[in-house]
Nanobody
Framework: QVQLVESGGGLVQAGGSLRLSCVAS????????MGWFRQAPGKEREFVAA????????QYAESVKGRFTISRDNAKNTVYLQMNSLKPEDTAVYYC????????????????WGQGTQVTVSS
C-alpha cells in the first residue's frame, strides 16, 4: 500500500518562501508521477504542480507558474515543492498525490493522497 508523508508546512509572511517535501513508500516509484494539490477553507481542492518520476517532466497551475518549482529525488522517493514569493491566497492545506502521469494528476486522476500539511501566508 502506498504511503505519502508530507512535511515542511508552516507560517510565513507574504513574499517569503517554504519548501514542502513528500516521501513516498510502499512500491517502486521508477514510473508514474507525483503531484501537489491544495485546498483552502471553503474551496475545492485544486491542482498545483506535478512531475514524472522517470524524465522529470513538469506541469504547473497558472496561478503558481514562475513562483513554485516541483522537483524529485528518485533515490529518496521524495518530491519537493519550492514555493517562493508566497501570497496570502496561497494559504491552504497542501496535499501530495500519486498518479500515472503529470497530465493525469493535473486532471485529478489520482491513485493515492497524503494527509496534508498546512501552509499559512500572512499579509
Amino acid at each position: 500500500q502506498v504511503q505519502l508523508v508530507e512535511s515542511g508546512g508552516g507560517l510565513v509572511q507574504a513574499g517569503g518562501s517554504l519548501r514542502l517535501s513528500c516521501v513516498a513508500s510502499g512500491r517502486s516509484f521508477s514510473s508514474g508521477a507525483m503531484g501537489w494539490f491544495r485546498q483552502a477553507p471553503g474551496k475545492e481542492r485544486e491542482f498545483v504542480a506535478a512531475i514524472s518520476w522517470s524524465y522529470g517532466n513538469t506541469q504547473y497551475a497558472e496561478s503558481v507558474k514562475g513562483r513554485f518549482t516541483i522537483s524529485r529525488d528518485n533515490a529518496k522517493n521524495t518530491v519537493y515543492l519550492q514555493m517562493n514569493s508566497l501570497k496570502p491566497e496561497d494559504t491552504a492545506v497542501y496535499y501530495c498525490a500519486t498518479g500515472t502521469s503529470t497530465w493525469g494528476i493535473a486532471t485529478v486522476q489520482v491513485h493515492s493522497w497524503g494527509q496534508g500539511t498546512q501552509v499559512t501566508v500572512s499579509s
